[in-house]
């Protein structure tokens, strides 16, 4: 079962950025994945915020602010999640997830605090 | 209006059985595309995912647990089933399902969850 591998924790204050990593094993190319990318506050289930495969594809969850994007960089076989304007209530803990080989994996979560 | 609801034992006693049902309503699991998956999360820990069943009966598990569990369907009740065998304490979690959206692998709408405790 591969893993995702998440920094556990980040945090930045209101109105900066916030620039969360998700690394793919080596086994499993970043580019031809979509990544996923899911938050989820206490007591809740997660929430679907966006997927990014390339800048022309990728699709932003219902209701989500244009605020929150995602990118990749291959040179580090990376997902990547950008959440701009930081505010308080973008609080939360953060999943990234693929669908590779029939499976669902998702990463190990980042918490991000915001100051 | 797409919801999910999950329902089962809240405390299930170590090398048990254990049921789970996913009740859902807004679409049908007999619209091709539709899938439905349960997905997990201990206390304090990662989302774990466990097993997705599809509208024309396909099934996919994680090969971590697969010989533990078996996933079903019943379409005239639009509802999922979850079953986990020989379970331990460390199968405490909450219990997801959720639907796979209609466009992409994602799951778009999620239940709320039920706690099960592994206990004797």
């Known amino acids: 079962q591969p893993v995702l591998t998440q920094p556990p924790s980040s945090s930045a204050s209101p109105g900066e950025s916030a620039r969360l990593t998700c690394t793919l094993p080596?086994?499993?190319?970043?580019?031809?994945?979509?990544i996923y990318w899911y938050q989820q506050k206490p007591g809740s289930p997660p929430r679907f915020l966006l997927y990014?495969?390339?800048?022309?594809?990728?699709?932003?969850g219902s209701g989500v602010p244009s605020r929150f994007s995602g990118s990749t960089d291959a040179s580090a076989n990376t997902g990547i999640l950008h959440i701009s304007g930081l505010q308080s209530e973008d609080e939360a803990d953060y999943y990234c997830?693929?669908?590779?080989?029939?499976?669902?994996?998702f990463g190990s979560g980042t918490k991000v605090t915001v100051l | 209006q797409v919801t999910l609801r999950e329902s089962g034992p809240a405390l299930v006693k170590p090398t048990q059985t254990l049921t789970l049902t996913c009740t859902f309503s807004?679409?049908?699991?007999?619209?091709?595309?539709?899938?439905v998956g349960w997905i997990r999360q201990p206390p304090g820990k990662a989302l774990e995912w466990l097993a997705r069943?599809?509208?024309?009966?396909?099934?996919y598990y994680n090969r971590s647990l697969k010989t533990r569990l078996t996933i079903s369907k019943d379409t005239s009740k639009n509802q999922v089933v979850l079953t986990m065998t020989n379970v331990d304490p460390v199968d405490t979690a909450t219990y997801y399902c959720?639907?796979?959206?209609?466009?992409?692998?994602?799951?778009?709408?999620w239940g709320q969850g039920t706690l099960v405790t592994v206990s004797s």
């Open positions: 997830m693929i669908w590779a080989r029939n499976t669902y994996v």
């Open positions: 990014y495969y390339s800048d022309s594809d990728k699709g932003q």
């Open positions: 069943i599809d509208w024309d009966d396909d099934k």
């Open positions: 959720a639907r796979k959206a209609k466009v992409g692998a994602h799951f778009d709408f």
């Open positions: 807004g679409f049908s699991l007999s619209t091709r595309g539709m899938c």
């Open positions: 080596s086994d499993i190319n970043v580019g031809g994945y979509n």
